[in-house]
C-alpha cells in the first residue's frame, strides 16, 4: 500500500516538530548528561535521530550500499548498532547548533526525494519508517528527562487517569493469529509475518494495579517504586523535576520487573 506522499511530508514535520518540542530547552552539562545505562546522551541522541533518517531516505541504493553522508564520519558518530553504548559520551560530536543544522538538512532533502519520487513505494517506506523512529526517540527524550529530573518539557499536559474497576476479564483461549500479513500497510520487520499460536485460557484484572493497592504492599515490606519517597508522614512521587503527593487512585508506574513479581505474590495474584 504508497503512503500519500502529502500525508508522509506532514508526518515527517509534526515528529520532528514533536522531538524539538521536548529537547529545545537542553542546553550546557544537559546535553550529554550522566552516563547511565538507562539513557543516552541527548546531543548524541538528537543527531542519531537524523542520521537514521538520513542513512535509510537518501544514503540506501538499491544494491544495498551506503551513499556518502553530508557530514562527513557520521556513521562512526551515529550507527547505534556499530557504536557502543557506553561509548556515546566521548565521541567528538558537533555542538548542539552543528547538530540541528545536519537534521534540518536531512529534513529537507527528504521532503526534495519525496516530490520527485511520489511514486516510489520503498521511498514511501522508509520514510513512514524514520517518521517512527523519530517519534519513539521523542518518547524517549520524555524518560531521559523523567530519568534526570530535567524540567517537564510539556508541563500541564499529564493525563491523570483513576482506576475503580477490581473485576477481571476471562479468556477462553484457543488459536490466535500474531503478526501482520502481506497487504497490512506499513509494518516493522519483527511484525513478520503472521502465524499460528495456541493461547492458554487466562484471566485479567480490568484495570491497572494503583497506587493505593501497591502502598499497602509497600507498608508491609515491599520495595517502593523508583521514584517514591515518603517524607513527613507522607509519600510523594517525582514527576520530572518536581516532587508530588502521591495520589491513590492513578495506575502504579516505575516498578521493575522484580518489584511487579513480588507484589504479585504478596497479592495471590
Not at 30 to 38: F, S, V, Y
Not at 84 to 96: F, I, K, T, Y
Not at 218 to 229: I, L, N, T
Request: net charge negative.
Amino acid at each position: 500500500m504508497l503512503a500519500d506522499p502529502a500525508r508522509l511530508e506532514h508526518d515527517l514535520l509534526d515528529a520532528r516538530a514533536r522531538a524539538r518540542r521536548v529537547t529545545e530547552d537542553l542546553d550546557g552539562e544537559q546535553l550529554l548528561g550522566p552516563k547511565l545505562a538507562l539513557v543516552n546522551p541527548p546531543l548524541w541522541e538528537i543527531g542519531h535521530v537524523s542520521w537514521f533518517q538520513e542513512r535509510w531516505c537518501l544514503r540506501l541504493r538499491a544494491d544495498g550500499s551506503l551513499a556518502e553522508s553530508i557530514l562527513p564520519g557520521a556513521d562512526a558518530l551515529y550507527d547505534s548498532s556499530a557504536v557502543a553504548h557506553g561509548a556515546r559520551w566521548d565521541l567528538p560530536l558537533p555542538d548542539l547548533k552543528a547538530t540541528r543544522a545536519y537534521g534540518e538538512q536531512v529534513l529537507e532533502l527528504v521532503r526534495e526525494r519525496l516530490a520527485r519520487e511520489p511514486e516510489s513505494a520503498a521511498l514511501g517506506y522508509f520514510v513512514q519508517l524514520a517518521i517512527f523512529h523519530e517519534d519513539m526517540h521523542a518518547e524517549a527524550f520524555h524518560y531521559t528527562r523523567q530519568t534526570l529530573g530535567y524540567s517537564d518539557p510539556v508541563a500541564g499536559s499529564f493525563f491523570h487517569s483513576s482506576c475503580k474497576s477490581k473485576e477481571d476479564i476471562e479468556f477462553e483461549g484457543g488459536k490466535f493469529s500474531l503478526g501482520a500479513k502481506p497487504g497490512d500497510g506499513f509494518v516493522f520487520d519483527n511484525e513478520k509475518w503472521a502465524h499460528e499460536v495456541n493461547l492458554a485460557p487466562f484471566r485479567i484484572a480490568r484495570s491497572p494495579v494503583t497506587n493505593a493497592q501497591y502502598l499497602a504492599f509497600v507498608d508491609e515490606g515491599g520495595a517502593p517504586p523508583r521514584y517514591w519517597k515518603a517524607e513527613g508522614g507522607t509519600w510523594l512521587q517525582r514527576r520530572f523535576d518536581r516532587w508530588l503527593p502521591l495520589e491513590a487512585g492513578e495506575p502504579v508506574r516505575h516498578v521493575d520487573w522484580n518489584e511487579a513479581g513480588a507484589y504479585c505474590a504478596w497479592a495471590k495474584r
